[in-house]
């Protein structure tokens, strides 16, 4: 037996809250597990050498769950910040236990090579656990035989790109081969939906007025063009049987094109991610640095007006909303964002991405749970237990005797601030800088080791791993 598996780790005094659950108790893990949940454990019923942590007027949640991340990411001729330690050590100070990564190959890349290679980063290099969802760019019979076999694997989902056409994103015969595999196969495919044709049109126009500046960026995708990106998802998945599943959906225009799909009994999810319930499209026009200051914020899609802020709110709170992820792509300001900057250049050579996996769970707490927007259960059902229901993981996302002992102690009374001098992630900057958090992680386990102690990361990089799908 290895170290690892015989640490052994109590936790007093806990208020458990769950998905659908709020009570006190303590947690007992060994192996890698919770083994008991019971008023009053006595250390001394405990394996020697158990250490005992007092969660005495904090809360105990389980580990959160980032569904929607970049790692590893070569896209618009530059590669993502993060690597899996910087990226692994970030999620797990604020909170995040598992990460399920998109693999995004290029359309000549083979599945299998690209699945390799993006593993390959993971491996031996994370410190919270991790999956993918499998990027589906091209579709011929080599495709279909190597998606099978990465099936085979463990990897139940596919990503698909409704947008980037050309780059990463699948035409309609493509789109409908892959979520009649993923019927077939019982996958749940993930789906970035925008129009690209609407996109490409509309940014050829405003470039040809000259208009060039980061806050062009959501003029040039509205959200009538994300709407019918989900639209015509609904539609195919409708005629495939597929279950879908639509990643960062943006604004309400979205969320009701979902939902008519899911009246006519198309099976799917709605992810919305950090950014669009604490950022609008304000931060996009900030006039900073010459103008170029809005940068920072460019996302697909992007931040937008305010009022949908309010409407994903609403959402989230009727559980219409499943999920909050991130889509954490982390580009520096100085030299990735700048790739764009005017008069040089334009809007559409910004490098998309907010660098967000640190900063999500504790967002979500401040201005969801202080604000009295969600309740404690919606919190944890959508950071992290529906995410786990949804994607196959079968032992997170849960407080429970044989669940992974991936635990978040969280402290509701800590006050701090985001900044980029603080931050874990590699990228120069933060979206949210200045923003105060009510609460942060305190302590956090992954599999009943301790990886962050007082917010402070005190784990090692090594210990993450694929996580088993069902
Ligand atoms: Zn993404």
Wanted: proline share 4%; glycine share 8%.
């Amino acid at each position: 037996m290895n170290e690892e598996s015989t640490v052994s780790l109590l936790i007093t005094n806990a208020r458990i809250v769950t998905s659908t659950d709020d009570y006190i108790a303590d947690v007992y893990c060994e192996h890698e597990t919770i083994t008991r949940i019971a008023k009053g454990i006595s250390p001394a019923s405990c394996a020697a050498g158990t250490e005992v942590i007092d969660a005495n007027g904090k809360l105990l949640f389980p580990g959160f769950i980032d569904p929607h991340v970049h790692v590893y990411l070569p896209f618009m001729g530059t590669y993502a910040k993060d690597t899996w330690e910087t990226a692994s050590r970030a999620a797990l100070v604020g909170g995040t236990t598992t990460l399920i990564e998109m693999i995004c190959p290029g359309k000549g890349d083979e599945p299998l090579g690209a699945f390799d290679t993006w593993l390959g980063k993971a491996r031996g290099a994370s410190a919270c656990d991790f999956s993918f969802h499998m990027g589906v760019t091209r579709w011929d019979a080599q495709a279909e035989a190597q998606l099978r076999e990465i099936v085979s694997r463990g990897i139940r989902s596919f990503k698909v790109f409704l947008a980037y056409k050309g780059a990463l994103g699948v035409d309609d015969r493509e789109l409908y081969h892959a979520l009649k595999l993923a019927r077939e196969l019982g996958v749940v495919v993930t789906a970035h939906c925008e129009n690209e044709t609407l996109i490409a049109e509309k940014q050829a126009e405003l470039l040809a007025a000259g208009r060039r500046e980061p806050r062009w960026h959501e003029i040039s995708r509205p959200a009538s063009v994300e709407a019918a990106g989900v639209a015509h998802l609904m539609a195919f998945a409708e005629q495939t049987g597929a279950e879908v599943y639509i990643v960062h959906t943006s604004c309400e225009d979205a969320v009701l094109a979902a939902q008519r799909g899911i009246s006519r009994g198309v099976r799917a999810h709605i992810e919305t991610v950090i950014p669009y319930l604490t950022l609008d499209s304000t931060y996009a026009e900030k006039a900073g640095d010459n103008g170029f200051e809005g940068a920072k914020y460019v996302m697909s899609p992007p931040i937008r007006d305010r009022r949908h802020q309010d409407f994903l709110w609403d959402a989230l709170r009727a559980r219409t909303i499943a999920t909050v992820a991130t889509d954490h792509a982390p580009f520096d300001y100085k030299g990735q964002k700048e790739m764009g900057r005017f008069p040089g250049s334009d809007f559409t050579r910004i490098p998309n991405g907010i660098p967000s996996v640190e900063h999500r769970v504790d967002l979500l707490y401040t201005h969801g749970v202080a604000t009295g927007r969600i309740d404690l259960h919606t919190f944890v059902d959508a950071a992290s237990t529906r995410a786990a229901r949804i994607f196959g993981l079968k032992n997170k996302g849960i407080i429970a005797v044989g669940a992974d002992a991936d635990l978040v102690i969280y402290d509701p009374a800590h006050r701090g601030v985001i900044s980029a001098k603080t931050h874990h992630m590699a990228t120069d900057y933060s979206g949210w800088e200045g923003w105060e958090l009510k609460g942060r992680s305190s302590v956090v386990t992954v599999r009943g080791r301790v990886m962050v102690r007082d917010g402070r990361f005190v784990g090692d990089t090594k210990h993450g791993r694929l996580v088993p799908r069902s």
